[in-house]
């Protein structure tokens, strides 16, 4: 079976302008609401309790939400989580009151409604830990950054390693724009696959790059422009099949993962979507744009042909 | 050209091997068992434990599956959970004669079903996460600036001490926080009080300070020491922490130090949280300190009086006052045991206490300067002491042994003793973090990751064998030997497994297709461009190892920042990442090769491999290499 049958270089870059004016425009909505919206943390990062009660016939919510907010509290979340009968209800922290014995003195009084409630999960997490979640995220983020970058950097070229980078924080911040816009939680696990999604991520863009480089040690006679398509062009089977392969083991966990792995499922499914797009119209425009020439690939002339010399790249 | 030496086969049939070996013990699940393990720290489980169990086990002709010595604690493997019940029953009666002072922990545990030789091998399953088999979870925080507090206190007391004993005057002394302040008459005074803590007080720095007329001595804990008192109340938090848990016969906790300040706690399979929490959370220490029997503090018992100087104000358990002097003489450090028991002569309750050596020294010459006078053993809950008892000293009191006796019914020194036994802390604790999980969302959680890893699989092999053909078969072989040495490596390195580590499992399997796609297409291209097909599936896999080097690279570094800066989920998560791209680039490049070389390597004329299409766009539109 063959899917691709290309006969000519697809001219990707003919469009790169108008492709990075929208993706420009994507970037700065996702920014936007970022900022007008904020993300809707999870309770790991804010601190406060998150209760999953489990009924045996599908839950009155109006009633859970009456039943808890006569206890007092401020700002309660109650919404279903997976099927009708599940319930997740979050509480903010209490000053005052001994935050361990909040989820049992919730419980206490929707079992005094209800006997048949059992509770399934609580989680109770002080606004200290919180804190920290989020320095600890952002130095692992300013640590792949930098660690891709500099491996990019070293390996290939730096212009190679910024235009990387644009494209996979270009995806990092899509995804958290589609969390702030649609008030998705942002929980630990779905901090693991943006983070995931940029090392992923550079994976096309590394693959791109490499034949970027070894095109220009080839085709000695075509332009940069022609050079990026024909790279883009002969590495898009192997970039559609990649991403499809992931994206069905990402599917595969979107339906059957449950509402846990949900987020999770989500935030790589835009990753990889954007992926592959960021790889070919933002990583290798802005590479472009940066005037990435044969000078560039061509600088430590020691044996321009070699396929033995390991870097000399990959031929893919 | 396609031929590996023997070698290479030889470690590719080795790292099979090792890995169906220790892939395993996951597949026999888990049998129910009781454990018995030690309720003392002077209480071995040995042999003869074992020969207990068994003849306890046979007495009530309970048939076991088989008895394991295993460390510190007896594992007895059971055919139901009918047969667990009344297996710890009777190892219950047999064992612990006496309820309120239990000698060994029984406890209900699930134990891997993996036959013997496996276990030898030291192959056992993955440790699951508490979101995959229930429990519930802790973080607390424990109080350093408390701590800290506590031994400057301490140090205070013993400076005044010896400064009466080497007769330096001195016009008082006092803490203020972390500092103590001793106020003195004249330089000399000042340079002898500051030789005396040089030479006496290794922990101590001192510093000069003139406030006007007015000479003192600032006297402070140095940075190193105030570390050590650090890591020392950690220390003993721990040790408290396992000594209470053991009280709720939890079969596996996990008591860790997480940072500088911070202890986790797991108790798998526990679902009552109010217990578990009460017993945690009764963030108790330990301090004797004098009571103050003056007129002023006599008065100051009576409600509203005012408390003097130096002493504090304490509830007894009956509710009466009783006026402390602040100094304290003992800390729940210097206790080694406590035990209930009879006084000889007079036939009434006590509680027997045994001191560790400084304990006695103190304990000695605190009793002897006090004959007659009363002694408060107060305990700090959430900030808050109460006096547990007050006895009076009647004799001076040596070698360590204290019997603490007056007033008490048997049920209160049984109760008296067994708070005092399981340990104070050094410092209270927070909890900051809880989390509990049912074990049926455990269950279902298992269930769900399974299912999403297993159909993911199928799909992408499927798809691969129909657009690859042959060499998609090789390469959902290699995707299921990839997938078998992570579950290896996994439970050989009894790495927890949780719910994002199943998610990450599933994700690697997407990402290790990678390589293998990565590979194809090149072998196909070189067809393409007329390579032979030997030379084609060279050139495919040599010239693609540089690309998957590269982006394994990639993702690698991101795996590592994961790992070292997530906690919790995202841990979990980052360690199935990482070791599933090593794993797969040793399954896609080298094992999926191996199987390659195998199948064409040995055929010189091979006219064909079977990988599917090879589509020839018309001669001339191809690109060609110059």
Sequence with gaps: ?316 | MNRYPVWKYVVIVIALLLGAVYTLPNFFGEAPAVQVSSGKATIKVDTSTLQKVEDALNANSINTRGLVLDGGSVRVRLESTDEQLKAKDAIQKALIPDASDPQFVVALNLVSRSPGWLTALYASPMYLGLDLRGGVHFMLQVDMQAALNQRVEALTGELRSVMREKDIRHGGISRNGQNIEIRVRDAQQQEAAKRLITDQFPDLQTREVTDGAELRLGVNIKPESARKVQEQALKQNITTLHNRINELGVAEPVIQQQGLDRIVVQLPGVQDTAKAKDILGRTATLEVRMVDESTEARAAEQPGGMVPFGTERYLERDGRALIVKKQVVLTGDNLTDAQPGFDSQTQEPVVNLTLDGKGARIFKDVTRDNVGKRMAIILFEKGKGEVVTAPVIRAEIGGGRVQISGRMTTVEANDTALLLRAGSLAAPMEIIEERTIGPSLGAENIAKGFNSVTWGFLVIGAFMVIYYAMFGLFSGIALGVNLLLLVAILSTLQATLTLPGMAAMALALGMAIDSNVLINERVREELRNGASPQAAIHAGYDRAWATIFDSNITTLIAGVALLAFGSGPVRGFAVVHTIGILTSMFSAVFFSRGLVNLWYGGQKKLKSVSIGTVWRPEAGTAVKAD
């Design chain 1, 1 to 316: 079976m063959e899917l691709f049958k290309i006969k000519k270089d697809i001219p990707f870059m003919r469009h790169a302008l108008v492709l990075n004016a929208i993706s420009f425009i994507t970037f700065a909505l996702a920014v936007f609401f970022l900022f007008s919206r904020g993300l809707h943390l999870s309770v790991e990062f804010t601190g406060g309790t998150l209760m999953e009660v489990s009924y045996s016939q599908p839950a009155d919510l109006q009633k859970v939400r009456g039943t808890v907010a006569t206890l007092g509290y401020g700002e309660v979340f109650v919404q279903n989580f997976g099927s009708a009968r599940d319930v997740m209800i979050r509480l903010p922290t209490q000053k005052g009151v001994n935050s361990a014995q909040q989820s049992e003195k919730v419980l206490s009084a929707l079992k005094a409604n209800d006997p048949d409630v059992t509770l399934r999960r609580a989680e109770f997490v002080g606004p200290q830990v919180g804190d920290e979640l989020v320095e600890d995220g952002l130095m692992a983020l300013a640590f792949v950054v930098g660690g891709i970058m500099l491996y990019l950097a070293i390996r290939f070229e730096w212009k190679f390693a910024v235009s990387a980078i644009i494209a996979n924080l270009h995806d990092v911040v899509i995804i958290l724009g589609f969390f702030a816009f649609f008030q998705w939680e942002f929980s630990l696990a779905v901090l693991a696959a943006v983070l995931a999604v940029l090392g992923y991520s550079v994976n096309e863009s590394v693959v791109i790059f490499d034949r970027i480089r070894e095109n220009f040690r080839r085709y000695r006679k075509m332009n940069t422009v022609e050079i990026i398509d024909n790279a883009i062009t002969s590495t898009i089977s192997r970039t559609i099949i990649t991403h499809g392969s992931t994206q069905i083991m990402v599917l595969s966990m979107l339906l059957f993962g449950g509402e846990t792995l949900y987020y999770f499922a989500l935030a790589l499914t835009i990753g990889i979507c954007f992926g592959i797009y960021s790889s070919v119209f933002v990583g290798a425009a802005v590479a472009m744009w940066l005037g990435i020439s044969r000078e560039d690939m061509v600088k430590p002339i020691k044996k321009d042909n070699d396929p033995s010399d390991e870097n000399s790249g990959a031929v893919v």
